[in-house]
C-alpha cells in the first residue's frame, strides 16, 4: 500500500518543484526586463538604479537644473518654487521638503535628488531611489552635466555646455574691449543690514562674468572673497570693494535706503552710471536657465550704446 502511494507523490513533488522553477525564471525575467529600463548611477551615496526615463521626478536639490533639461517634477524645493525666472516651469509642481515624507510618497516618485547634507536621504531611498549630490563639489558646468547623465541627457547637456562657454568667451572679448581690459567688476548684495560681496562661483552671474567672461574682479575682493565665495561687510566698506563697475544683486522687497546715502552716491561706479542692478531672487543658482538670463542682461547691461 505504501509503495503504491510513493510513486505518484514523487511524481507530483516533481511538478511542483518544476513549477516553482518556472515561476522563479519568470520572476527573473520580469525584472530583467526591469533592467533594460534603468541603469547604475554612480552617486555620492552609492550605486543607484535609476530610470532610463524619469517620469515623476523630486528635486529637493538641483531642480533648476532638472527644469532646463525638461525633467518631469513632481515635486521641487521652495527656493527653486519661489524663483520668478522658473514661473512657468513649475506650475502644477508641489513644494516639498525632505521632512515631508508623507507627500514624497503620495506623489510617487520614481526618482528623487537631494543634497548630501540632507538628514533624510535612507528615509527618502526607500521611496524611491534617491541620488545625492554636495553643493560646489563640481563646477556650474560639470554640474549640468552630471545631471544630464542622471536623466539620460548627457549629450543635451554637454553640448549646451560647449556652446555656453563659446558664447560667452565671445561676450567677452567684446565687453573687455569696450570698457578696458584692466577694468574692474564687483558683485554686491544688499542684505538687511549688511552687504555681501562675491566671488566667482557663487551664483549671481559670477561663473558667467568672471570664469566665463575673464572679467577682473577687484582686488580686495579677490583677497577676501574669492577662496570662500562670498564675504561680508558693512555700508560704510562698499567703497573699498566697488569695482569701476557694479553688478548690485537687490531684493525689490528688501530695505534699499542705502541707495540714498552718501556713502553709495560717491562710489565712483554709482556717479559713472556703471550700476547694473539684477533681480536676487532671479539669481541665486547657476543652472543653464539662470545663466542664459544672467548672460543676455550682462551683455545688454556692459554693451548699451
Known amino acids: 500500500m505504501k509503495k503504491r502511494l510513493t510513486i505518484p507523490f514523487l511524481l507530483l513533488l516533481t511538478l ?19 533592467k533594460s529600463e534603468t541603469f547604475t548611477y554612480e552617486a555620492e551615496n ?36 519661489a524663483n520668478p525666472l522658473f514661473k512657468e516651469k513649475v506650475k502644477g509642481v508641489e513644494v516639498v521638503s525632505e521632512d515631508d515624507l508623507e507627500k514624497i510618497m503620495e506623489l510617487e516618485p520614481d526618482l528623487i535628488i537631494a543634497g548630501s547634507e540632507m538628514k533624510n536621504i535612507k528615509k527618502l531611498s526607500q521611496i524611491a531611489p534617491t541620488v545625492a549630490f554636495t553643493w560646489g ?26 556652446d555656453f562657454k563659446k558664447r560667452a568667451a565671445t561676450a567677452g572679448e567684446k565687453i573687455r574691449t569696450k570698457i578696458g581690459k584692466d577694468a574692474t567688476v564687483s ?12 566671488g566667482n562661483n557663487y551664483a549671481r552671474g559670477t561663473e558667467v562674468l568672471y570664469q566665463a567672461m575673464g572679467l577682473k574682479m577687484p582686488e580686495k575682493v579677490k583677497e577676501t572673497a574669492l577662496k570662500s565665495g562670498i564675504h561680508t561687510i558693512s555700508a560704510e566698506l562698499l567703497p573699498e570693494f566697488a569695482g569701476d563697475y557694479m553688478i548690485l544683486s537687490k531684493y525689490a522687497d528688501g530695505d534699499n535706503s542705502f541707495l540714498e546715502t552718501e556713502v553709495w552716491k560717491n562710489i565712483p561706479a554709482v556717479k559713472n552710471g556703471h550700476v547694473f542692478e539684477i533681480n536676487a531672487k ?17 551683455e545688454k547691461s556692459f554693451l548699451k550704446e
Not at 515561476?23 to 525575467?29: D, L, M, R
Not at 550605486?47 to 536639490?61: C, G, Q, T, Y
Request: net charge negative; aromatic share 8%.
Open 46 to 81: 552609492g550605486s543607484v538604479e535609476v530610470p532610463k526615463d524619469p517620469k515623476r521626478i523630486i528635486a529637493l536639490s538641483n531642480g533648476p537644473n532638472v527644469m532646463s533639461l525638461d525633467g518631469k517634477l513632481v515635486g521641487i524645493d521652495e527656493w527653486s518654487s
Open 137 to 162: 563639489k563640481l563646477d556650474y558646468l560639470s554640474q549640468q552635466v552630471e545631471i544630464g547623465k542622471l536623466l539620460n541627457k548627457e549629450a543635451e547637456a554637454t553640448a549646451w555646455v560647449e
Open 282 to 298: 532671479a539669481s541665486t543658482y547657476s543652472d543653464p536657465i539662470t545663466l542664459e538670463h544672467l548672460l543676455s542682461f550682462y
Open 187 to 198: 558683485v554686491i548684495e544688499s542684505g538687511n543690514k549688511e552687504f555681501y560681496v562675491f
Open 16 to 34: 511542483l518543484v518544476s513549477a516553482c522553477g518556472n515561476n522563479a525564471e519568470t520572476v527573473s525575467q520580469n525584472e530583467g526586463g526591469n
